[in-house]
């Protein structure tokens, strides 16, 4: 996976740089990705398995909401009838 700076990210996004590196370190204290100096800048690289494995968890409680979701929803329509 390629490398992008902190910079790069933040000329990329309409938020501060600051911003974007408060994003950088959640992302980096998660896992997902790493942060390393590389003179004046700092490079940022996704970790494209770990980002899955989010993805899969992610979608694991999309389904559980959906589910409960839809139990509600049932639930209400019976008691309009």
Do not use: C, N
Not at 19 to 46: C, D, W, Y
Not at 51 to 65: G, H, K, S, T, V
Request: glycine letters at 4%.
């Amino acid at each position: 996976m390629d490398e992008v700076s902190v910079s790069q990210l933040a000329d990329a996004y309409a938020m501060s740089f600051a911003a974007v590196q408060k994003h950088v370190a959640v992302l980096e204290g998660a896992g997902l990705v790493t942060k390393e100096p590389r003179g004046r800048e700092r490079m940022v690289r996704g970790d494209p398995e770990r980002i899955r494995q989010a993805q899969r968890l992610l979608d694991q409680f999309e389904q559980i909401w959906r589910s409960r979701i839809d139990r509600l929803d049932a639930l209400l329509e019976e008691d309009t009838k």
